[in-house]
């Protein structure tokens, strides 16, 4: 009891961790990486694109601010002579978003917009007036065209930002007479997607959350025929063979339905699967009605065997008609001895793979099969007609003789018991192509409903109990079996007589003679 509540709890917690669950989480996860990667890149683009156009906006505002105020500054080069030019590069450094430093030849700070704290504290005062320090004049940070650098220029700024520092020179007929210096705050984290603007950000969020929608609709239309695969499944284990996968609310679909072209693997398991299901519930319930049938075939013959065998004993039964009784005990020990004969046949015939192939004689055959059935043939008063028209090499055949004794038995057999008294049974032996002969069995009786046709050669299967009462429902499915492993058919049809034909083939022997 202990390892199955167990096991129940181990299946319960499987089965928590469903399908659609697992393929929702994956696909979910999946998207919040690509997400995540695509974002990560696209930042990255987007930074560096965004650094590039800034360096080339803030390189050509260099220019201009320096071609502006070179030849208005002083003769030294050392103070701005007019208020306009200090205007025009205030103005510059609130368009551009920059602070902007003025920087003379001996490297004197002689305008800014702006001036950090850092700064101050890191520049020389001489004066009044903010001085570089030699070694940043002398580091090579300005070129002739301009030059941007990424920074903090030098610690002089506050470290927590990243800056660009754009760099261009002044010149006058002397040369180099300073330079303008361009700093823009790039922000804590270039990095960041979030900073550059929440466009971004947001059209991700969306992204992701049309994504998970998508995800949802997609798995739920995946998954659920999956489910309903495992749950039919779990049904048949546990012994539920009617259930059926039913897609759509449809009817359930199976292999030799007619079905539109081009269907899909997860259509073709589905048509698969209920048709196995079908399959095995078929053979259960022929199992079971075998299972009827044979008990009641086998106590029947068994009660009459004891009962006449007690009365004997017993003195029941007068001495001069003991003879007459165990003739009928007899009988019924034949009776029984065919019955399970073939049920031994049909446990073997479905292993047997292996044939002892050879050429015999099919006329010779029917021939001995017809003198063994001939008590009853002549109790009955049935005629047999044999018609074949062929030559001794012709009716030769290539195959197992005791296979085909058993399969041309068991259908001439049938022929007989169901034959009417003063019946009528015709064999008809004829060529069919070069490598085949058709053997053909018919008779008057009673016949075979249609519905049953596609039945009868199934194991354990009765067509009704007026006409295969005696029977197990064995004998035409070991004919079919053991003509299956020859590589050949049978097929019944209506009689020209009224009753039942069945028609089989035999190969012929290639190159070869009796």
């Known amino acids: 009891m202990v390892n199955e509540e167990s ?42 694109v965004r650094v590039d156009q ?25 103070n701005l002579i007019s208020s306009e030019e200090i205007g025009y590069l205030a103005f510059t450094a609130k368009s551009t978003g920059s602070i902007i430093w003025l920087i003379n030849s001996e490297g004197g700070i002689i305008y800014y917009s702006s001036l950090p704290n850092r700064s101050r504290q890191a520049l020389e005062n001489k004066d009044g007036i903010l001085y570089l320090k030699p070694e940043m004049l002398n580091s090579g940070a300005v070129s002739s065209k301009g030059k941007a650098i990424k920074g903090d220029f030098y610690e002089l700024l506050p470290e927590k930002e990243e800056w660009l520092s754009v760099s261009y020179p002044l010149n006058s007929d002397y040369g180099y007479c300073g330079y303008i210096i361009l700093l823009y705050s790039l922000g804590a984290n270039e990095y960041s997607f979030i900073k550059h603007g929440k466009i971004v950000c947001i059209s991700f969020l969306i992204a992701f959350i049309v994504a998970v929608i998508v995800i949802i609709l997609l798995s739920r239309n995946i998954t659920k025929p999956i489910s309903k695969i495992v749950k039919a499944a ?44 079908s399959k095995w519930e078929k053979q259960e319930i022929e199992r079971d009605d075998f299972m009827s049938s044979i008990s009641h075939d086998l ?56 044939l002892n192939l050879g050429v015999f004689d099919i006329e010779i055959l029917m021939q001995e099969i017809i003198t063994s059935l001939d008590p009853i043939i002549s109790q009955k008063s049935i005629h047999i007609n044999m018609d074949s028209r062929l030559t001794d090499e012709e009716v030769s055949v290539l195959g197992d003789r005791d296979a085909i004794h058993r399969v041309v038995y068991n259908i001439l057999s049938n022929a007989v018991k169901f034959t009417p008294e003063s019946g009528f049974i015709r064999v008809e032996i004829i060529l069919k192509g070069e490598d085949k002969i058709a053997v053909s069995i018919e008779d008057n009786g009673q016949g075979i409903n249609k519905e049953d046709r596609q039945n009868i050669f199934n194991r354990f299967y009765k067509v009704n109990k007026s006409r295969n009462s005696e029977g197990s429902g064995m004998g035409l499915y070991i004919a079919r079996t053991l003509l299956s492993l020859h590589g050949q058919g049978i097929y019944v049809s209506d009689s020209s007589l009224g009753g039942t034909r069945f028609t089989f083939t035999l190969a012929r022997p290639t190159g070869r003679k009796i």
């Open 7 to 48: 096991n129940k709890k181990k299946t319960n917690s499987v089965r928590k961790l469903s399908i659609y669950r697992r393929t929702l989480f994956w696909m979910i996860l999946t998207i919040l990486f690509i997400l995540f990667v695509l974002a990560a890149v696209y930042s990255l683009l987007y930074s560096r």
């Open 234 to 277: 779990d049904e048949v284990y546990h012994g539920n063979l009617k259930m059926r996968v039913i897609l759509k609310d449809e009817e359930p679909l199976y292999i030799h339905e007619s079905s539109e072209y081009h269907e899909d693997d997860l259509m073709i398991l589905v048509r698969t699967m209920n048709t196995m299901i």
């Open 54 to 78: 800034l360096q080339g906006q803030l390189l050509s505002s260099a220019q201009a601010s320096a071609e502006r105020v070179e030849n208005r500054m002083d003769a030294e080069y050392l």
């Open 299 to 354: 106590r029947t013959p068994l009660t009459s065997i004891k009962g006449f065998l007690g009365a004997i004993k017993d003195g029941t039964i007068p001495v001069e008609k003991q003879s007459h009784y165990l003739d009928i005990v007899y009988n019924e020990v034949e009776r029984l001895q065919k019955l399970i004969e073939n049920l031994f046949v049909t446990i073997t015939v479905d292993q047997q793979r292996e």
